[in-house]
């Protein structure tokens, strides 16, 4: 249950400062406590634990509790020390943190879900807890009464959530790849809209409430930012993991996105600058390069005496292209293609070396990452995952300010 503490040397790096370990178990979720040397961890061990720094550096676990079903959910609420824990089971506990943190109350059960509980979120103004679940719904129960106040079902199961606390809108992401937009009201819902745009199941959401955007991470390895407040739709497409995307979180002072993948991916992304929306792809039967027809043409070929070619897409301009017309690569950051993609041949010719200039940074977190959380305010990040270890991160030499002060240093 050692800590691992490591001297801050001058980079533009992440800095490990802890490495807290103990569980059993996959680490479910993470949360730093605010103004605190603190971190709480809910694990698939059925335990939660608080961690306090001790005097020696070392964190150690000052609450151990066990829960009676495997730990998949969490969420705190500083201000009144309430932290609601969602279980394998479907069920949703709170407790009451003491002011000392070495004593945790149980307070309520709520049966939100039939199934295993994907997110929570608790609102105080309306005392509601909110979450999803594998039973493919979205569930709202009163934290005073304890009862059910309204439920919405999805086709797939919902593996993620975000909540706008002043409008009541929640966004809802799903297995087949869907974000989903509702308004809750106190015993129905209503929805909005629904998002499109990712090939793979959505595993992360962010909403800023302020330029009001919202960012997606999903199992293809990409992150989407879509335009709430403009209703614009997709507008960005960032592509520079490689591996799902378990985790993202915008730092609305300084518009950097800092996102996290499975196979231990940290990138943060520059988002203070005009970027260019990727195309979408066009369709067509032939190249729309050199006109050769695809593989299901069967007229043209049969006209033209000709093998039909496989269709590709120039992710540049989105045209469909044949290999031969499309045989270079090349990274365009400002599209969000931080690795080389395929690009048409003239696309490629109009790319000037100074357009490849990266416009995020990538870091190695040498661990299974399956969540992450972010004190911004101390510039302090925690990431956890299937290995059952813990991280402490300084993110302030990569973020390039001081979040604390306000001060930026650009």
């Keep these: 249950m050692a800590a691992e503490i490591h001297s801050r040397p001058q980079s533009s790096r992440p800095v490990l400062l802890s490495k807290v370990e103990g569980h059993q178990d996959v680490v479910s979720a993470a949360l730093l406590i605010p103004k605190e040397d603190g971190v709480i961890t809910a694990s698939e061990d059925r335990t939660i634990r608080v961690w306090l720094k001790r005097d020696s550096g070392q964190y150690w676990p000052s609450i151990y509790h066990t829960m009676s079903s495997p730990c998949s959910a969490m969420a705190y609420h500083h201000d009144s020390r309430r932290i609601f824990v969602g279980q394998d089971n479907g069920a949703i506990m709170e407790f009451h943190i003491s002011e000392d943190f070495n004593k945790m109350n149980f307070v309520k059960t709520y049966p939100e879900q039939q199934n295993r509980v994907s997110a929570i979120t608790f609102c105080l103004v309306s005392e509601w807890v909110i979450s999803t679940g594998h039973d493919k719904c979205i569930s709202w129960m009163c934290t005073r ?42 015993n129905t819902s209503s929805v909005i809209t629904t998002l499109k745009g990712h090939e793979g199941s959505i595993t992360s959401l962010w909403w800023d409430p302020v330029q009001r955007l919202l960012f997606s991470g999903a199992s293809d390895h990409s992150i989407i930012m879509w335009d709430i407040g403009g209703r614009k739709g997709r507008t960005l497409l960032l592509q520079g ?33 005009s970027r260019e929306e990727a195309p979408q792809w066009l369709e067509s039967d032939s190249c729309q390069k050199c006109e050769q027809p695809f593989f299901w043409n069967i007229k043209q070929m049969w006209d033209t005496k000709t093998l039909g070619l496989r269709q590709h897409h120039c992710r540049k301009c989105g045209q469909a292209v044949c290999g031969k017309c499309s045989t270079k690569r090349s990274s365009y950051p400002i599209m969000g293609f931080e690795f080389q993609v395929r690009v048409c041949d003239s696309c490629f010719e109009s790319i000037k070396d100074e357009d490849r200039t990266s416009l995020a940074t990538f870091h190695e977190g040498k661990h299974n990452i399956s969540h992450m959380s972010m004190d911004i305010s101390r510039g302090l990040m925690v990431t956890c ?26």
């Design 145 to 186: 009464s304890g009862s059910m106040l309204g439920r919405h079902y999805f086709t797939s199961w919902a593996s993620c959530l975000q909540y706008d606390y002043e409008t009541r809108h929640a966004f809802v992401g799903d297995y087949s790849g869907q974000i989903t937009l509702l308004k809750l009201e106190q």
């Design 241 to 273: 993991h490689h591996d799902k995307v378990q985790a993202i979180c915008y730092i609305q002072l300084t518009r950097q996105l800092v996102s996290c993948s499975a196979d231990g991916g940290i990138a943060v992304w520059n988002m203070d600058i």
């Design 385 to 410: 995952g299937s290995d059952r270890i813990v991280k402490i991160w300084d993110m302030t030499p990569v973020v390039g300010c001081s979040l604390a002060t306000g001060f930026s240093s650009r």
